[in-house]
């Protein structure tokens, strides 16, 4: 059965600080990947995605993800975080039908 | 580009009437929407795929008859909350995918939702 899990329900980091969103997915075949973020009352808003070819995929507003096919995990990544990146943050998987399977969803808070 | 505009972003309503909620794909055609609930703090669950043309499918456990959808054309499609209730309330959002780009690897574009609230 396709899948994807958030394990963190919150991420806290420090401004300035690398940050991590953590991702991993079950699928039988080659994944498509997508990060989107949701910020409140808002609708999502896509940062990248991998399909296929390098493991590590650049992104929107300084975002990127590292595709790791032996952990099937894709983890949300970025070098220094801001107060205005805090949100919530959906990892999703391209299903059948051109669905997407969303993982729970983790809320990253950046303090200053 | 990819912008898809949903509308209203606000509802209060009284208990036994009917909501339309509208989807817009503002700068290209899309032959499938989707729609969307979310409950506070949890993930989005998808209620069903809009097809231009054709029916809408439901997700397992959607009553059609309580959500109508209507696609009738490329760039819109229309989710009618009918009689709606308390229980109802929610956060409604919507989602396209560029005819040019049908394919597993394209990304959905998201609406900025409809928060549906029912006295």
């Known amino acids: 059965a396709q899948s994807v899990a958030q394990p963190e329900d919150q991420v806290n980091v420090a401004e300035g600080n690398p940050l991590t969103v953590k991702c991993t997915y079950s699928?039988?075949?080659?994944?498509?990947l997508f990060w989107y973020v949701q910020y409140p009352n808002r609708g999502l808003q896509f940062l990248l995605k991998?399909?296929?070819?390098?493991?590590l995929v650049k992104g929107s507003y300084g975002f990127e993800a590292e595709f790791n096919k032996s952990q099937t995990s894709f983890h949300l990544k970025k070098p220094s975080a801001l107060v205005s990146d805090s949100a919530l943050y959906f990892c999703?998987?391209?299903?059948?039908?051109?669905?997407?399977?969303f993982g729970a969803g983790t809320r990253l808070a950046v303090h200053p | 580009g990819a912008v898809v505009s949903q509308h209203p972003s606000w509802v209060i309503c009284k208990s036994g009437t009917s909501v339309k909620i509208e989807c817009r794909s503002l700068?290209?055609?899309?032959?499938?929407m989707f729609w969307y609930r979310q409950f506070p703090k949890q993930s989005l669950m998808l209620m069903a795929t809009?097809?231009?043309?054709?029916?809408?499918?439901?997700e397992q456990g959607v009553e059609k008859d309580k959500f109508l959808i209507n696609h009738a054309s490329l760039t819109l499609s229309t989710l009618t909350v009918t009689s709606a209730h308390p229980e109802d309330s929610s956060f409604y959002i919507c989602?396209?995918?560029?005819?040019?780009?049908?394919?597993?690897?394209?990304?959905?574009?998201f609406g900025d939702g409809t928060r549906l609230s029912i006295l």
């Open positions: 699928v039988s075949g080659n994944p498509y």
């Open positions: 809009s097809n231009e043309g054709s029916k809408a499918t439901y």
């Open positions: 999703a998987l391209s299903g059948g039908y051109n669905k997407l399977i």
């Open positions: 991998y399909i296929t070819g390098d493991n």
């Open positions: 989602s396209a995918r560029d005819l040019i780009g049908t394919g597993q690897d394209q990304p959905q574009h």
């Open positions: 700068d290209f055609q899309a032959t499938t």
